[in-house]
Every structure is written in C-alpha cells, then in structure tokens.
C-alpha cells in the first residue's frame, strides 16, 4: 500500500516542479523583452503622461498634446522663478486645471474610479517637476517586483534604471528643466507667508548656534510718527519654539539682512566685471583649497583599498587553490572565501566612491565658470528676488548679535558652485553637513 502512495504521489510532485520551474522561467523571459524594448526606447504605458499623447507609432512615444502641455510649461516657469508646489496648485485650481488622474481617465473614456476632489495639490505639482519625460527622456525599469510569487513592488536605484535621453520631444528644454531640478535641491522650500508670499530668503538662513533655521516673524506697530506700519524680521527656530532658555533669537530685520546680501552680490559681481580672469583665479583657489585636504584623505584611502584588494585577490585565488588539491576542509574553506568575498565587494564598493570623489576636482572649472556667468547676470539687479536667492544662494548663516555695542554683525553667505551643498538640510550642525562654525 505504501508504494502504491508513492507511485501517486511522484508525479504529483514532479508536476508540481515543472510548473514552479515553467512559472519562473517564463517570469524570466517576460522580463528579459522588457528590458530588451526599454533598452530600445519602447513604450507599452496604455495612456501618456499630463501634457502628452500616445504615438500612433509602432514605439508608441509621447506626443506633445498642445491642449494641457503649456500648462505643464507653466509650472515650470513658476517653479524656476521660485514658486513653491502648493503655489503652483493654487494657481492651477484658479485656471481650472484638470488634474493628472482626470487626464489619464479622461483619454481612456472612463469615469475615475477613485475617491478625489478633482483639485491638484503639491505631490501632484511635484510629480510633474521631477518627471525626466518633460525633456524628451524615456526612463524604463525603475520598479520591479519582488519576485514571481510575490508582486510587491518596490523602485530600483537610480543607477538600473534604463534612461533614452532626447528619444521625442519635450515639452520643457533641458535649460529649465535643469534649473528646477536645482531649485527642487535647494535647502529652502519655499513656505509661503499669511500674505501669500516666499520671501527671497525664506528658508536659507541658519542659526549658528544651534543649526536650526530662522524664521519670518511679522510685528505691527503704530507709532505718532510713522503711523502703522509691520516689521519682518527673522529669528531663530528653536528660540521661538523653546525660548531664550535654548537658544537666543538670532533676529535680524528683513530690510537689513537683504541689503547686506544684495551689496555683496553687487560687489562680487562689480569685480567680476572689472577683472574677470582675476577673479576666476581667485575661485578656482578656493574650490582648490577647499579640495586639497578632501582630495588627499580620499587619494591615502583609495591607495590603502586598491592594496588590500590586491591581498584578497591572491588569498582568495590560494583558498581556492588549497580548497581544491584537498588541503583545506569544505567547511572551513567556505566560511573563509565568503569572509574574504564580503571584504572583496564593500572594498571595491569604497574604492569606487573614492575615485568619484577624487575626479570630482575637475568639476571645479566648470563650477567657477557657471558662477561668474550668473553674477554678470544679476550684475544690474535693483533689489533681491527669490528667483536671484536660488540661483546664487546656497544657504546663509547668521551669528547671535555681539555684547559689545555697535560691533559689526557676523553674516556667512555661502554662494553656490563655490561652497558645497548641504548633505542635509533640516540641521546645520548635522555632521554629514561638515559645515565649520567659527565664533567670534
């Protein structure tokens, strides 16, 4: 009775196998002609992005629908000349916009099945800023399932996505489309004021004390004199949220921390104008002295991680070698090589992020050279726009009034493609920023 059982139950199982070997070998297939037609610059999404069409071609790329796609030119433009995403929102629900899922349910003759309001909001407004298909780029595999069984989806790392660069045409140039994408990197997000406003420097000032950002504080007053009139005026975060006991106001008037900023962009650039080659060598020295103690603590450990890769590469070859003429046990030399194998890939892993680092001293040119541009393009400027803050501006830090009466107010402005970015922006003072605070 037994081997009868057995006789039913091997084919049984067998079958099982096959179809669990068909099933991921067909998986297997499936994503390889995915990836073969993105590598092509294929499209198979059913409808195109808001601002787009799907092609009558056998590619089926995006054509440029004329109907929304100067609204999407629009955002843009706002976004470069410093509009925050809910900005954008409201404007586009003023003009009565149709929203990106009404759009997509629209084109395919449906009514939307989901729960909405029909008004765009900010993560909508940024879905489109960040969408690479607004220059005319295909980006391909950038999620992918888990497995076969398991259909949970999750993003790649940008670096396996599968990108065609100029594969149609795009709504925006490349020109604006880069300088979003350094707006949408800049420390300051742009919160808008009561008044419906972003300040020119809203956002990209730090307490220098405790890293925290400063933040616009309005006043009304009346005086017999003046009459009404508000001041605005800057203080520190933390102060205004724990008090003196943490940390001392920072304040600082709005009309005086733009006009120092504003004299020192009109200096910079007057100098510029006067003796640009003098002042592209001056630059180039402090990206240069900047760089030099970075390049070489990264060169000291690039060497010692291309040595000690040499050594796992011999070991690793005379464990196997060992391993294979019997002189080393199965066990030990397993647990060995996959010792020797994770120190081998974290190593190389390093390395490479060294040498990144290292070239990256060649950018320093091309830095100094889009800096000086922009300050003979801001040379004639009256007053300071957030459009000028986020071209120029890095960030700004703002040192704690001095006890001595009448002494001079410590401000270090920190100007873009000269001083490096921060890491992280929600803290100064954060040490994956680096920043050095030099109290007076």
């Known amino acids: 009775m037994e081997g009868a059982v057995q006789k039913i139950l091997c084919p049984f199982w067998t079958l099982t196998l096959f179809n669990e070997w068909h099933a991921a070998n067909t998986s297997k297939k499936i994503r390889a002609v995915m990836v073969s037609n993105a590598k092509q610059g294929k499209c198979h ?11 009558d071609t056998e590619d089926r790329l995006p054509v440029v629908d004329e109907t929304d796609a100067p609204y999407v030119r629009m955002m843009y433009k ?10 954008i ?6 003009q009565g916009v149709i929203t990106p899922s009404d759009y997509t349910y629209k084109r395919l003759g449906k009514p939307n099945p989901y729960i909405s309001n029909h008004l765009w909001n900010a993560a909508m407004v940024r879905d489109i800023l960040e ?3 607004y220059k005319g780029s295909v980006v391909s595999q950038k999620y992918t399932t888990v497995s076969y069984k398991n ?19 795009p709504i925006v140039d490349k020109e604006l489309w880069d300088k979003v994408q350094e707006v949408n990197k800049s420390c300051s997000h742009g919160k808008v004021t009561k008044s419906g406003v972003i300040l020119p420097l809203g956002g990209l000032m730090y307490c220098a004390d405790c890293g925290a950002k400063l933040k616009n504080n309005t006043t009304f007053h009346e005086t017999k004199k003046r009459g009404k009139y508000k001041l605005v005026t800057y203080i520190c975060n933390t102060y205004a949220n724990h008090g003196k006991e943490v940390c001392s106001s920072h304040s600082i008037l709005q009309r005086i921390i733009e006009g120092l900023v504003l004299e020192d962009i009109r200096a910079r650039a007057k100098r510029v104008i006067e003796d640009e080659d003098g002042e592209r060598q001056r630059y180039m020295a402090i990206k240069a002295n900047e760089r030099k103690q970075q390049t070489e603590d990264k060169s000291r450990l690039l060497k010692q991680a291309e040595n000690r890769l040499a050594e796992l ?5 005379k464990t196997y070698e060992e391993r294979m003429l019997g002189k080393l046990p199965e066990d030990l030399s397993a647990k060995m090589l996959e010792k020797y194998t994770a120190e081998q890939k974290e190593l190389t892993a390093q390395a490479e992020q060294w040498k990144k680092s290292r070239l990256q001293a060649e ?13 003979k393009k801001w040379s004639d400027v009256e007053c300071l726009t957030r459009e000028l803050c986020l071209e120029l501006i890095e960030f700004i830090v703002v040192y704690a009034r001095s006890e001595e009466y009448g002494a001079p107010r410590k401000i270090d402005i920190y ?4 001083s490096k970015p921060l890491a992280d922006s929600r803290n100064l003072l954060l040490p994956q920023n680096s920043v050095e605070i030099h109290q007076s």
């Not at 259909?151 to 045409?169: G, L, M, N, R, T």
């Not at 100007?415 to 000269?418: E, Q, V």
């Open 131 to 133: 969408n690479p298909i």
């Open 45 to 55: 999404a059913p409808v195109a992005p808001f601002g787009y069409l799907v092609g």
């Open 363 to 375: 950018q320093d040119s091309e830095d100094v050279e889009k800096f000086i541009q922009r300050l």
């Open 415 to 418: 100007y873009k493609f000269i």
């Open 313 to 317: 590469n011999t070991i690793i070859s």
């Open 78 to 87: 706002m976004r470069s000349e410093g509009a925050s995403s809910p900005q």
């Open 89 to 94: 929102a409201k404007a586009l629900n003023a």
């Open 151 to 169: 259909h949970k989806k999750y993003i790649k790392d940008s670096d396996e996505w599968i990108v065609i660069e100029d594969a149609f045409e």
